[in-house]
T-cell receptor, first 113, second 112 residues
């Protein structure tokens, strides 16, 4: 079965630096890969989506890359702020899975002032 | 009003009791989902529905049932709650492939 690996250890960085989070998966590549932000006790919030034929996607301070050869996506937050502190989840969307997302366990990001 | 509303927000119930978690959405989407989140295990799919007449089991459906009362409403039931069903439950809706999910705020369920 598909496994999705995100670093379970928290990532601590200084305000203003770039945060880079990793999502690795096994087996075959998804049609889409999505990233969500989750704050404690709240539901995940959709951030960005990248298609299997796209290498990179940007939205404001966010950048996502997708390497189907490495079976990996990287999620970058530039000029990080304390308000970016949250857990970030990656999710895989396969055409033959009826738009059911499979989620990774998430990585907690802490941005210190 | 939120796009996806879940009730209740918190619930404590006793082992063996029947409990229903409710979800309604105003996005107008056909697709709705119930996920469960446990620390260290991420989000796992319980049931999903692509329209009122289409309901499917997810990865961990044992001990749960669902009802799709209307396009906008999708409820999750625990027929006889047990302590290992203590978790955070999320309802979500989507417009299809290539579209992000919209999640509710979740229901924190504790079975004692």
């Amino acid at each position: 079965s598909q496994k999705i690996e995100q670093n379970s250890e928290a990532l601590n960085i200084q305000e203003g630096k770039t945060a880079t989070l990793t999502c690795n998966y096994t087996n075959y590549s998804p049609a889409y890969l999505q990233w969500y932000r989750q704050d404690p006790g709240r539901g995940p919030v959709f951030l960005l989506l990248i298609r299997e034929n796209e290498k990179e996607k940007r939205k404001e301070r966010l950048k996502v890359t997708f390497d189907t050869t490495l079976k990996q996506s990287l999620f970058h937050i530039t000029a990080s702020q304390p308000a970016d502190s949250a857990t970030y989840l990656c999710a895989l969307d396969y055409y033959n899975a009826g738009n059911m997302l499979t989620f990774g366990g998430g990585t907690r990001l802490m941005v210190k002032p | 009003d939120a796009d996806v509303t879940q009730t209740p927000r918190n619930r404590i119930t006793k082992t063996g009791k029947r409990i229903m978690l409710e979800c309604s959405q105003t996005k107008g989407h056909d697709r709705m989902y119930w996920y469960r989140q446990d620390p260290g295990l991420g989000l796992r799919l319980i049931y999903y529905s692509f329209d009122v007449k289409d309901i499917n089991k997810g990865e961990i459906s044992d001990g749960y049932s669902v009802s799709r009362q209307a396009q906008a409403k999708f409820s999750l039931s625990l027929e006889s709650a047990i302590p290992n069903q203590t978790a955070l439950y999320f309802c979500a809706t989507s417009g299809g492939h290539g579209v992000g999910y919209t999640f509710g705020s979740g229901t924190r369920l504790t079975v004692v």
